[in-house]
DNA sequence: TCGTATAAGTTTCGATATGAAACTAATAAG
DNA sequence: CTTATTAGTTTCATATCGAAACTTATACGA
């Protein structure tokens, strides 16, 4: 612990690690009320500008902005409508869908802890069975929880600073 | 279609849905770029104000308002440092904890899109190896994506219109 | 084919949120 | 008993948000 004047070594650390973590740059780009409530809305199949409008209650300039940030992030994708050509069709692409366990944990989590009470269950189109509650998963799928894991480095070496600061990250 | 003045019917019911699904209530509470880093930056073992403050690069004011809502929201616990009274230890509790899901699966999604170039990788403790990749499971665990989904009612019943509609909530 | 409606924005402007910096109160350390 | 540290709060300039009016292109109906 050498003597640094401004930070503890761990938060300098975390800094460092913070530059190689995703979580940041993907806040940016979804990790915004709006964003966020826009993408629900497309998994629910809402497709046109007056749908997010009218079904978000968003201002017209925000969705505006917020709908060509998600285009340029590669999330929607934005075509003419074919049969009428007034209209828009926002539609997820792959990196857009990609992104349902997200959303289905968000979702998952604010049912188990009471924010709303849901009336309609998400279940598999086979049997029609609830889906499974999303959790983290060992490599042979044992569930695991956040006292259960560690970081490893890409060549196999494991790391204990890191360990004790990133927990995870 | 019955002439209704403002909005389609699908807007009607994806707003009437929306009443009861949790990820407004959610966003409300996580979803803005502030709360989620902090989120992160508990999941990562940061405990005190300073820490959150330097680590993250937030303004004071801002830092001191979205620990009260963490707080005030049950994910975060608030209480004197024992061994140094000038700090406070901000710490995850179950709630919290019980997001880990949720930070994980946008992690994994940001790794996957190329947002940031990790150098650690999420392990399992026991054996570390790297964890699985989140993804939505049905009921006996075949891996499930948005197109294999459906709602269903909590009396069991398939409700068509929902189906189309409220895709995922 | 002319008038009207609709879709997807853009503009404007007042209200709200953010952020940097200085300030404060309580506790610790020398 | 003086100085440093911690966790805030206050202040004020700036940036973002949001409601409402406006714009442009396309469709629709007589």
Redesign the pocket.
Known sequence: MSGT?EH?PEIGSFREAALSCPIPAVVELIG???AFLILRGAFNGL???????GGL?????????R??KLVAGGILE?AP?P????????SLNEKGEDLLPVVVALRQWGERWGMGVPRVILADNRDKRAVRRICLLSHDGRPLDLHDLTWVDSDGEIDPVRLAVEQVG
Chains 1, 2 share one sequence.
């Open positions: 004047t503890s915004e009320k709006w497709q046109h500008f007056e749908e997010f409008q209650g968003i201002a017209r300039n925000i969705l505006s902005d709908l060509g934005r409508d049969q009428d050509r007034r209209k828009v069709v926002y």
